[in-house]
Each structure stands twice: as structure tokens, then as C-alpha cells.
């Protein structure tokens, strides 16, 4: 398993190691124990999976407010996405900047989010399937969502369509006046 840091503290791109032969290939997509190897020691209680069907599919940006802020592992498993985190911890040296990468069912790719972070993906493809662990479970009164196309983000998404939107995604507000008045525990 390969951890590399982003520009983003704490933000990780991990890539499993994956062997093949003739059969296909195997791939063991979270270890605890290699984890805590990496210094990263977390007990993910959530599984979720998601498909878009069509190319251009934005959802996000997404994050959950204190006492449910989450950390997330994701991966695509059926086609491309373009993965993105935007630091939204009021006092962090990289308070509103943002990291992106494309994660593929062909690359094996993953993306870890901590906490303080919102999240988000733009389908690069048609019929994708993400999967991400969480270490917190889903609230619904902790939800809270930043418009994907902030200009004070300025997110360069890859795919120059209008994206199709959930009707929750289309009226989020911008960062400035998101609720962001939360602490979070590492």
C-alpha cells in the first residue's frame, strides 16, 4: 500500500497494491493495521456506494457538521471520477483551497478525506460507481453542503458542461455563508 500526502494537510492519496495473473487481480482496499502503519488509526462504521449514469454528474460539495463530521475513504469501482476536497477548517493555513484527482475503477486509486473537509465528485464518465467508508454514520441535522461552483474556491473541474445536480447540490450556499461554526475532533 502506497500513502502519498497532497497539498492539502492531512489529505491522502493511498493506493493498494494490486496482483494479477491470468484469473484477473486482487486488491485489499483498507487494512487497519497497514493504516496505523501510516500513522492513520480511524474504525470506519458506514459503507456507502452511489451510481451516476451519466457523464457530468456533480455531487457535492458535501461535509458533516460536529458531532458527526466525518472522515471518508473513496474509490471508484465502475468507471472515472474527478475527486475533489476543499479545506473548510476557519483558521487552517489552506482554508478554502482545494484538491482534486481522478479516481478509476482502472487506476485503484483512493482518496482519504478527514475531517474539516467538504467533498465532492464530477462523473468523467458514463455509469459510475463510487464506494466510500465513513467513520461516523450519516446525520442528516449534521449535513451541511458549499455550491460547487464557489468562485472564491475556483474548483477547475475537468468536464466544461452544465453538471447535472441534485436539487439540494443546485442551492447550496457559497462558502462565505455556509455554516461553518463547528469544531471537529481529530
Known amino acids: 500500500m502506497k500513502i502519498t500526502e497532497t497539498i492539502l494537510q492531512d489529505v491522502l492519496v493511498v493506493e493498494p497494491a494490486v496482483f494479477g495473473d491470468h484469473r484477473g487481480w486482487f486488491?485489499?482496499?483498507?487494512?487497519?493495521?497497514?493504516?496505523?502503519?501510516?500513522?492513520?488509526?480511524?474504525?470506519?462504521?458506514?459503507?456507502?456506494?452511489?451510481?451516476?449514469?451519466?457523464?457530468?454528474?456533480?455531487?457535492?460539495?458535501?461535509?458533516?457538521?460536529?458531532?458527526?463530521?466525518?472522515?471518508?475513504?473513496?474509490?471508484?469501482?465502475?468507471?472515472?471520477?474527478?475527486d475533489v476536497a476543499v479545506d473548510i477548517r476557519k483558521g487552517s493555513p489552506t482554508y478554502s483551497k482545494w484538491f482534486g484527482i481522478e479516481l478509476s475503477a482502472e487506476n485503484k486509486k483512493q482518496l482519504l478525506i478527514p475531517k474539516g473537509f467538504a467533498?465532492?465528485?464530477?462523473?468523467?464518465?458514463?455509469?459510475?460507481?463510487?464506494?466510500?467508508?465513513?467513520?461516523?454514520?450519516?446525520?442528516?441535522?449534521?449535513?451541511?453542503?458549499?455550491?460547487?461552483?464557489?468562485?472564491?474556491?475556483?474548483?477547475?473541474?475537468?468536464?466544461?458542461?452544465?453538471?447535472?445536480?441534485?436539487?439540494k447540490d443546485e442551492k447550496a450556499p457559497l462558502l462565505k455563508d455556509a455554516n461553518l461554526n463547528f469544531l471537529y475532533n481529530n
Not at 457538521?65 to 469501482?77: E, F, G, I, N, S
Not at 441535522?141 to 436539487?167: F, M
Open 27 to 82: 486488491m485489499e482496499t483498507y487494512s487497519g493495521a497497514k493504516f496505523k502503519e501510516h500513522g492513520i488509526e480511524m474504525d470506519f462504521v458506514q459503507d456507502n456506494q452511489s451510481y451516476s449514469a451519466t457523464k457530468g454528474t456533480l455531487r457535492g460539495l458535501h461535509y458533516q457538521l460536529h458531532p458527526k463530521a466525518q472522515t471518508k475513504l473513496v474509490r471508484c469501482t465502475h468507471g472515472a471520477i474527478f
Open 119 to 167: 467533498h465532492g465528485f464530477m462523473t468523467l464518465t458514463e455509469d459510475v460507481e463510487v464506494q466510500y467508508k465513513c467513520d461516523k454514520l450519516y446525520a442528516p441535522e449534521c449535513d451541511g453542503g458549499i455550491l460547487w461552483n464557489d468562485p472564491s474556491i475556483g474548483i477547475k473541474w475537468p468536464i466544461h458542461v452544465t453538471p447535472v445536480l441534485s436539487a
